[in-house]
């Protein structure tokens, strides 16, 4: 599984011209775009999604912001097309990556290097100690810059905020919507109810 993330980091550098396919197998719903970013819903059968992205500075590759209706809580994914269908599915632990907007401190990453079956695209998903911070610079920044390493030579990436807010903000409040509802009010449950 170690040659996935060569792999994925030439696909990253290349940045090829098979155009940007992301969700290939989910039905995109509600698109509006805002600036440099996009939000709609993703379905496929009964499973929803909600995503924030920048398509727009790469023809091949995007960042996206994710939010899944169990609990609404953002996940960080780059996706890159391949030019081609992954057969199996595999995923590998990748060196440690990096993501900064404009001039304020890195937050360091653990990234997961994923492709799945049936898909074109080769995902690089990060977890932050600090993602909700993130999450609030790349709503006021300009430049969110990712950094990852395949142990000899550091990839460099970077995207436009402009229309960021927008996008966050409307993803996160179709997922919210989405969200499945107690069947009684939280405020007159007793507290030993909720352990």
């Given at each position: 599984?170690?040659f996935?993330?060569?792999?994925?980091?030439?696909?990253?550098?290349?940045?090829?011209?098979?155009?940007?396919?992301?969700?290939?197998?989910f039905?995109?719903?509600?698109?509006?775009?805002?600036?440099y970013?996009?939000?709609?819903?993703?379905?496929?059968?009964?499973?929803?999604?909600?995503?924030?992205?920048?398509?727009?500075?790469?023809?091949?590759?995007?960042?996206?912001?994710?939010?899944?209706?169990?609990?609404?809580?953002?996940?960080?994914?780059?996706?890159?097309?391949?030019?081609?269908?992954?057969?199996?599915?595999?995923?590998?632990?990748?060196?440690?990556?990096?993501?900064?907007?404009?001039r304020?401190?890195?937050?360091?990453?653990?990234?997961?290097?994923?492709?799945?079956?049936?898909?074109?695209?080769?995902?690089?998903?990060?977890?932050?100690?600090?993602?909700y911070?993130?999450?609030?610079?790349?709503?006021?920044?300009?430049?969110?810059?990712?950094?990852?390493d395949?142990?000899?030579?550091?990839?460099?990436?970077?995207?436009?905020l402009?229309?960021?807010?927008?996008?966050?903000?409307?993803a996160?409040?179709m997922?919210?919507?989405?969200?499945?509802?107690?069947?009684?009010?939280?405020?007159?449950?007793?507290?030993?109810?909720?352990?």
């Amino acid at each position: 599984m170690k040659f996935l993330m060569p792999i994925v980091l030439a696909g990253l550098l290349a940045l090829g011209s098979a155009g940007q396919a992301s969700a290939l197998m989910f039905n995109q719903n509600h698109v509006q775009n805002t600036g440099y970013w996009t939000s709609m819903e993703l379905t496929l059968g009964e499973d929803r999604y909600f995503r924030a992205s920048n398509l727009s500075d790469y023809p091949d590759t995007g960042f996206s912001v994710f939010f899944v209706p169990d609990d609404c809580r953002p996940q960080l994914e780059l996706r890159v097309d391949m030019g081609r269908i992954a057969a199996r599915s595999e995923s590998v632990e990748a060196e440690p990556g990096a993501m900064r907007v404009d001039r304020l401190p890195p937050h360091t990453s653990d990234v997961t290097l994923a492709q799945e079956r049936g898909d074109s695209g080769a995902y690089a998903r990060f977890q932050t100690p600090e993602l909700y911070r993130l999450l609030h610079e790349i709503r006021v920044g300009d430049v969110l810059r990712l950094k990852m390493d395949d142990g000899e030579e550091p990839w460099y990436l970077g995207f436009h905020l402009a229309g960021a807010s927008a996008a966050l903000d409307r993803a996160a409040a179709m997922c919210h919507e989405a969200k499945p509802q107690a069947v009684e009010d939280d405020r007159d449950r007793e507290p030993e109810d909720f352990f």
